[in-house]
């Protein structure tokens, strides 16, 4: 059974930024894509960001595309994601998920439980 736990979630002002990371275990479960999804109140959980094994390829929601980047440090089975230039409609629960492969083309295999970021005007 894989586990992934976020952190790094909190309160910011709008223009600011948060780095959410994600840690993976057991660490050979981690060799696989991995990504970042949300959900703001009231609506669908949506894509955010995804990067392959080992991760030379990342993709983003064009909502994103330019303030988000999603990076990983396989050595330690954890995944970034830096939100630069956060506007109040980033608002959501973030969460962390691993694929079944080394790409990202098949729904996430795992979820965690997600970290609340909140965006203030």
């Known amino acids: 059974q894989v586990q992934l736990v976020e952190s790094g979630g909190g309160l910011v002002q709008a223009g600011g930024s948060l780095r959410l990371s994600c840690a993976a275990s057991?660490?050979?479960?981690?060799?696989?894509?991995m990504g970042w999804f949300r959900q703001a109140p009231g609506k669908e959980r949506e894509f955010v960001a995804s990067?392959?094994?080992?991760?030379?390829?990342?993709a983003y929601e064009d909502s994103v595309k330019g303030r988000f980047t999603i990076s990983r440090d396989n050595a330690k089975s954890t995944v970034y994601l830096q939100m630069n230039s956060l506007k109040p409609e980033d608002t959501a629960v973030y969460f962390c998920?691993?694929?079944?492969?080394?790409?990202?083309?098949?729904?996430?295999?795992?979820w965690g439980q997600g970290t609340q970021v909140t965006v203030s005007s």
């Open positions: 998920t691993a694929y079944p492969r080394t790409e990202a083309k098949s729904p996430p295999a795992y």
């Open positions: 057991p660490r050979t479960s981690s060799t696989v894509a």
């Open positions: 990067i392959n094994w080992p991760g030379f390829n990342s």
